[in-house]
């Protein structure tokens, strides 16, 4: 399993919005490309989608930009993946009869992968990521006698 290029990019713009969410300030396109490095046309299109599933506002205006819509201790990697690919929680589905007992047996660990994968996602939110990020950071920063 691999993270897509554009749930990355919807990931480190959602991070660089939990840096100034206790500010309340919007933070503009440009910001949010300049410090993650994502091209301005594609993030204006993923910010789009994320407003649309309820994960950031914007705000217009001189000063305006992006913020969390929600605090980021309630926003979990799941959702992020979800809107950004546009797919739901898998529900285990039951098997068509005419599947051969090997595509059954694909069939349900693919399943299990999956539901693996969801958990983990689920588990996680945004202020994890942003704490851990912290605590990596914290460690490059120190040094050795």
């Given at each position: 399993m691999e993270l897509s290029c554009k749930c990355e990019y919807a990931v480190l713009a959602l991070l660089t919005l939990v840096d100034h969410y206790h500010q309340g300030d919007p933070v503009q396109i440009r910001q949010i490309s300049a410090q993650q490095n994502i091209p301005d046309r594609?993030?204006?299109?993923?910010?789009?989608?994320l407003r649309r599933s309820g994960l950031v506002c914007s705000q217009r205006g001189a000063r305006g930009g992006y913020l969390l819509a929600r605090e980021p201790w309630k926003i979990t990697?799941?959702?992020?993946?979800?809107?950004?690919?546009?797919?739901?929680?898998?529900?285990?589905?039951?098997?068509?009869?005419?599947?051969?007992?090997a595509k059954a047996v694909v069939h349900e660990v693919w399943q299990e992968a999956d539901q693996a994968a969801n958990s983990i996602f689920c588990h996680y939110t945004?202020?994890?990521?942003?704490?851990?990020?912290?605590a990596k950071q914290q460690i490059d920063l120190m040094y050795y006698i």
């Open positions: 594609y993030l204006e299109q993923l910010l789009a989608t990697v799941l959702e992020i993946i979800n809107c950004i690919e546009g797919r739901e929680i898998q529900t285990i589905k039951a098997l068509p009869a005419t599947l051969t007992v945004l202020q994890d990521l942003c704490d851990r990020t912290a």
